[in-house]
């Protein structure tokens, strides 16, 4: 297992393993790593055409799913630097955000900001380039900005881009989420998340065989610290981004035989009181993460005494500005 910086290193290394083991389950979507890593060194193309350079700002708007793993990847494939948003944001937010980043470029889906974009752009000059899926006719986009489609993205090369990124390059920018004043970018390097992403393999018992229902979005650190641990081991990443219907999510977890599960307090507690998760026996699940802020020991407790004797818990504490997940309680 190939953890050394860059992060992108992370896919290619899975992909050379197994490239048809499933990388990604969406839906009733399934990608395989080769497929992943083709998608993102497509996207690292049309971004090096598009004029961006090494270190630039890319940011990417997407929810959890396919588009923004192969997204991710292929900004850092660029060299470039990922400005990950998030999709409840307001349009006012994004704009302050994208101002604040410098980004020069956008990845997004028309799903994400329908009538937004021609604003968006509009009071963002320094975007020079957007990836889209598809465009509206409806939308008035200001001259200036090349607007790349699904068609150019899939037209490009799938060899991977030959760009020398280095540890100390500027990996991802993620915000904080601004509960206590404004958000702040908290600037992670390629070695940063590598060293982070050894560091939590080197407990917790990810291997190729293993999977994660995720429902936390890639754009807050806990929920990429699952993407990258999952992905650096060459594991499966089962998304569900349906967390309002926690019921649901509980027998998709069911469903997709995951070996783990993570979440925030609020996560196990609305889990507790509203579906039947304690109660299951489990027999796939290995492991249950917690992190993203304090929780009870009242809560603790009825976590462990709720899942079955093989399902280990992990009660962990880490933050954004140091990436995700620095220690734990076993």
Known sequence: MDLQPPVHRFLEASRDRAPEAIALEAGDRSVSYAALDAEANRIAASLLSSG?????RVALLAENGPGYVAGFFGILKAGACCVALNTLNKTRTNV?????????ALIT??????????????RSPRLRTVLIDRTNPAWDLPDGVRVLTA???AAQTDARPPVEVAGNDLCTILYTSGSTGKPRGVTLTHANLAANTRQILGYLPITADD????????HYSFGNSLLMTHLAAGGRVVVDNRFAYPAAVVDHLAESRATSFSGVPSTFAIL?????FLARGWPDLRCVTQAGGGMTRALARR???GLPDHVDLYVMYGQTEASARLSYVP
């Open 151 to 153: 068609a150019d993205v």
């Open 303 to 305: 976590v462990r005494d």
């Open 52 to 56: 961006v350079q090494h270190g630039d």
């Open 109 to 122: 889906r028309a799903v994400q900001v329908r009538r937004e974009l021609p604003e968006l752009l509009a």
């Open 211 to 218: 999977s994660v229902l995720c429902v936390l979005p890639f």
């Open 96 to 104: 302050a955000l994208l101002d604040d980043s410098g980004a020069v």
């Open 272 to 276: 507790a009181a509203r579906t039947d």
